[in-house]
């Protein structure tokens, strides 16, 4: 029992960070972000350019995938804490999602206010990145215990 409540107390705080990390990304100026956007850019193109990848990067690909990523790791997480904390049902699984697109929608509600503009397909990118996060984490937790309980049959 104590376990779990470590493990609620880490991921809890693991999920409050990821959050407020978006929602300070949201909270960038037009400049700011494009120069966050701009070094990112230039530090993939470096690392493609180093391994010999002949693919060009643009920013608008570095932003939308920016999004994806940061959901796709909320989604993990939020799996992670319903696989080892409150256990695993459609209910709470619904409740994953909806807390993944209110996160989503007030993420671009923030930028109305960094004089960004909010678009309503950067929503469902972030709930695409989080719903595929879900989804692999809850498919290889799916398969961890369908392993184990094979096993223990013998």
């Excluded at 407020?20 to 070094?39: C, D, K, P, T, V």
């Excluded at 690909?61 to 999004?67: E, L, P």
């Excluded at 959901?71 to 807390?99: E, I, K, P, S």
């Amino acid at each position: 029992m104590k376990k779990r409540k470590v493990w609620r107390v880490l991921l809890s705080v693991l999920l409050g960070l990821t959050v407020l990390f978006i929602w300070s990304n949201s909270l960038r100026g037009r400049e700011a972000s494009s120069e966050q956007s701009g070094w990112v850019l230039q530090f993939l193109q470096g690392i493609l350019d180093g391994l010999g990848i002949p693919l060009t990067l643009t920013v608008h690909f570095v932003r939308k995938a920016a999004h994806f990523t940061e959901y796709f790791l909320l989604g993990v997480q939020a799996a992670l804490y319903g696989c080892v904390v409150t256990g695993v049902n459609r209910r709470r699984v619904w409740d994953m999602c909806c807390a993944i697109g209110g996160v989503a929608f007030l993420d671009e509600t923030i930028q109305i206010f960094s004089q960004r503009g909010p678009a309503i397909a950067d929503v469902w990118l972030d709930m695409a990145g989080g719903a595929v996060g879900l989804i692999l984490c809850f498919a290889l937790y799916f398969l961890i215990v369908s392993c184990r309980r094979k096993k223990r049959r013998g």
